[in-house]
T-cell receptor
Framework: GAVVSQHPSWVICKSGTSVKIECRSL??????MFWYRQFPKQSLMLMAT?????????EQGVEKDKFLINHASLTLSTLTVTSAHPEDSSFYIC??????????????????FGPGTRLTVL | GQNIDQPTEMTATEGAIVQINCTYQ??????LFWYQQHAGEAPTFLSY????GLEEKGRFSSFLSRSKGYSYLLLKELQMKDSASYLC??????????FGTGTRLQVFP
């Protein structure tokens, strides 16, 4: 099956610093990657949609200057949390989707999730 | 706006059958996913429905009625390891996935 990795799996940082999280699709090319945030006992909230080679599309209420997303290749997207604050502490999860075009089987609509990155800002 | 509702918590006994319901009202519909998520881990794909009817996959089955905006996930022969959160997610035409709040299922011996 499709494998998506994230690095690091957890990170603790001081308030005001920046943290970069990597998301990689290991065995397929991901034209689209998604970044989610999940607070304890809550569901996943989509932060942004990232397409390879173009600017990310952010959801309403998500600051694009604070959460920088780069999707430089078909297998790598990065999320940088700039000037992190304690309220940014959360579980960040990426997913990758392979889009094969017209007439694709429904399995290609599936988003495959990375294992998540737990960010703690002190 | 988008609205996806699931029960917050459910409990069941090992070996039993449990049905987790999901109702949705969304702008656009390109299929409905069910994911399983254990605490502190990422969601794992369980099922996908885009047409009305029942999809069966081993101990797990998922049903969809598009006219009613309704889906359910059926888990049979429950095992302790099935204790997890179950997330209903609707795929929109924009390729976005909108998640419900999730249902925490506890399986007791």
């Amino acid at each position: 099956g499709a494998v998506v990795s994230q690095h690091p799996s957890w990170v603790i940082c001081k308030s005001g610093t920046s943290v970069k999280i990597e998301c990689r699709s290991l065995d397929f090319q991901a034209t689209t990657m998604f970044w989610y945030r999940q607070f304890p006992k809550q569901s996943l909230m989509l932060m942004a949609t990232s397409n390879e080679g173009s600017k990310a599309t952010y959801e309403q209420g998500v600051e694009k200057d604070k959460f920088l997303i780069n999707h430089a290749s078909l297998t790598l997207s990065t999320l940088t949390v700039t000037s992190a604050h304690p309220e940014d502490s959360s579980f960040y999860i990426c997913s990758a989707r392979w889009a094969a075009g017209v007439g694709v089987s429904r399995s290609t609509d599936t988003q495959y999730f990375g294992p998540g990155t737990r960010l703690t800002v002190l | 706006g988008q609205n996806i509702d699931q029960p917050t918590e459910m409990t069941a006994t090992e070996g039993a059958i449990v049905q987790i319901n999901c109702t949705y009202q969304t702008s656009g519909f390109n299929g409905l996913f069910w994911y399983q998520q254990h605490a502190g881990e990422a969601p794992t794909f369980l099922s996908y429905n885009v047409l009305d009817g029942l999809e069966e996959k081993g101990r797990f089955s998922s049903f969809l009625s598009r006219s009613k905006g309704y889906s359910y996930l059926l888990l049979k022969e429950l095992q302790m390891k099935d204790s997890a959160s179950y997330l209903c997610a609707v795929s929109l035409w924009t390729d976005k996935l909108i998640f419900g709040t999730g249902t925490r299922l506890q399986v007791f011996p």
